[in-house]
């Protein structure tokens, strides 16, 4: 085969084998005698106020799915999901993470790692809880989930309790061609 300088590569050659993307977001609470339930993770969290926004406000689905939008390229929360949440009544974050993974395409995920700020709630007895839920929503063993989460030594607003953070890493593989 003649192999000219500067021929383009195909798109099997230059693409790379894996890719991680990041994923952020950020809720304050609801007042405190809101009736809105805690969701993180897909999980329930009780005896806490539920966070403020249109949908379940579920801020590490919202991590995860900003994350896997950086892999395929594709925004969901935004227009997408406002436009379910609007016209069909669908606020479960599940759903939109769902069609985040939908438009993965070509990759697989392989791995998801969540760093959570807060003061409150306390997350450390929810975690195993939390962990199982994000596998069974990405496809993935518990092991190749991981949460960690700090009150960041009260220094931000989630620190001091207004809110909470998550940031989320998710790592992909291409799919074997077969
Ligand atoms: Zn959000």
Redesign the pocket.
Known sequence: MNVLPGRRKSPSESSPHCAAAIGQ???AFEPRNSPKPLVVAGVAIPDSPGLA?N?D???VL?AITNAVSGISGVNI?GAVADKLCRDRGIRDSRVYLAKALETLRQWRLTHVSVSIEAKRPQFAPHIPAMRASIARLCSLSIDEVGITATTGEGLTSFGKGLGIQALAVVTAHRKRRR
Request: proline share 0%.
């Open positions: 977001d950020s809720h926004g949908s406000a579920d801020v919202h929360l």
